[in-house]
């Protein structure tokens, strides 16, 4: 089965021109049916972005994370969290994860 994306939303920052990566963040990939559906999207940080769509039952809220490495600092998790709990209180939603 081939998925045709037609649609990148995307939230991030650039990165020095040294370095070969040219963009950090998260990517929402849209199929066409879905770009037509995106009612708004809210880039909230490089690792975080909402999307709301409109479907025949409502609107439907998806919050995309690309949470901090282990790596990462305790003080970098902690706000990236704050920052995906402050997200995702509207959205009403429940918490699915991978």
Known sequence: MRLELEITTCCG??????????????????????HNALKAWFPVHSRLLVAKFQHRFGTLSIVVAYDPTNDASDIVKDEFYEMLEQAMQPTNCSVMSR
């Open 13 to 34: 920052r650039d990165l020095p021109k040294d370095n070969p990566v040219t963009v950090v963040g998260v990517t929402l990939a849209l199929n066409r049916a879905a």
